[in-house]
């Protein structure tokens, strides 16, 4: 016997049946049990469990937009281009919108990725950036059914037109300029990203307000006109170098993340790990699951900087080298967050 419908399921019927036409393929009303989640569209993942903790999932969810704000030299580019080697190895195509001409085949090889599977894209300004993302994503609706798309932004600090630069010198109306292309931009997009499994990360600064005497002395180009639209908002933010001895050049740093919105877990959760610079990925991704939890298994006990493992002691980098891969998707079960490692 048939399930007798609802008036919610009768209701939702009768919207799509009304306005559906031939531009429209695909339905606009639904209930809520009805609609695909993350869970069943998927994530992009990190490669990095402290991003995913943070995220409360197994890497940026497919179908939504998340924010990567913070200052210059923060790691965010890192971790775009860590998920994007790790997408890459999933099998999983990507597109990268370099507004800041900044990329190179050598500095992507050194973060694992494969520069002749990924597409490169120069944006010539603001309005560009999002015409080819309106595009792509209608592009990818009528050739890649069903098949996640990673796709990032870096950054969105480009200048919009120039006859809008032109128009008025001054600083404030600059920004609000700014501020409405993006937000005109990203109303556009955002359906389409949910329709064609994209999922969009976008790369902001975090920019010094000079003569600020209370409050916060940062703000971001363009306002808040990503997050207000994005499910995730991360902020990235250099905590220290990391320097062996006297060493003139630090090696890497410390890099601290935080949710400060979160629409699939709650908000403000934060991690840090470290980036070593040089280095293929950036990240140790073992030395992250060791520093994350004070006793991360069961068979692993920390002591200080010191941890024991089977009869004895070590430091971390050289325990991480003993960890078998099993250890790290045990961490992520243990965490919630099964499934972040590929």
């Known amino acids: 016997m048939a399930e007798k419908k609802t008036l919610a399921d009768k209701l939702a019927e009768a919207v799509n049946k009304k306005f559906k036409t031939d531009d429209i393929d695909f339905d606009t009303a639904f209930t809520l049990d009805e609609i695909f989640t993350p869970d069943q569209m998927g994530y992009i993942p990190t490669g990095n469990m402290a991003v995913d903790y943070v995220l409360g999932k197994p890497g940026f969810p497919v179908g939504r937009m998340t924010e990567l704000a913070g200052p210059y030299g923060s790691g965010k580019s890192t971790i775009v281009a860590r998920t994007i080697a790790q997408a890459q190895k999933a099998g999983i195509t990507c597109i990268l919108l370099d507004t800041e001409f900044s990329y190179s085949a050598s500095w992507g090889r050194m973060h694992g990725i494969d520069p002749k599977n990924l597409v490169l894209i120069h944006p010539l300004h603001l309005q560009d950036v999002f015409d080819k993302m309106l595009f792509l994503m209608d592009d990818i609706g009528s050739q890649e059914k069903g098949n996640p798309i990673f796709m990032a932004v870096d950054s969105m600090s480009i200048a919009t037109a120039e006859e809008m630069e032109a128009e008025d010198s001054t600083a404030g109306k600059q920004r609000g300029q700014h501020a409405s292309v993006i937000s005109q931009g990203i109303r556009k997009i955002q359906g389409r990203a949910y329709r064609n499994n994209v999922a969009v990360v976008f790369i902001s600064q975090l920019k010094d307000n000079p003569g600020i005497m209370f409050g916060t002395n940062k703000s971001k180009l363009g306002g808040h006109a990503v997050e207000f639209h994005g499910g995730i908002l991360l902020e990235v933010k250099r905590s220290t170098y990391?320097?062996?001895?006297?060493?003139?050049?630090?090696?890497?740093?410390?890099?601290?993340?935080?949710?400060?919105?979160?629409?699939?877990?709650?908000?403000?959760?934060?991690?840090?790990?470290?980036?070593?610079?040089?280095?293929?990925?950036?990240?140790?991704?073992?030395?992250?699951?060791?520093?994350?939890?004070?006793?991360?298994?069961?068979?692993?006990?920390?002591?200080?900087?010191?941890?024991?493992?089977?009869?004895?002691?070590?430091?971390?980098?050289?325990?991480?080298?003993?960890?078998?891969?099993?250890?790290?998707?045990?961490?992520?079960?243990?965490?919630?967050?099964?499934?972040?490692v590929k």
């Open 242 to 340: 990391l320097k062996t001895g006297d060493a003139a050049k630090p090696h890497g740093m410390t890099v601290r993340v935080e949710a400060k919105k979160n629409k699939f877990v709650e908000p403000f959760r934060n991690r840090t790990f470290d980036i070593f610079f040089g280095e293929e990925g950036g990240i140790r991704p073992k030395e992250i699951l060791l520093e994350f939890l004070a006793n991360p298994l069961d068979d692993i006990k920390k002591s200080g900087g010191w941890f024991e493992y089977d009869g004895s002691k070590y430091h971390k980098a050289d325990l991480a080298i003993k960890l078998d891969d099993k250890v790290l998707k045990n961490a992520y079960v243990k965490l919630g967050i099964d499934g972040g």
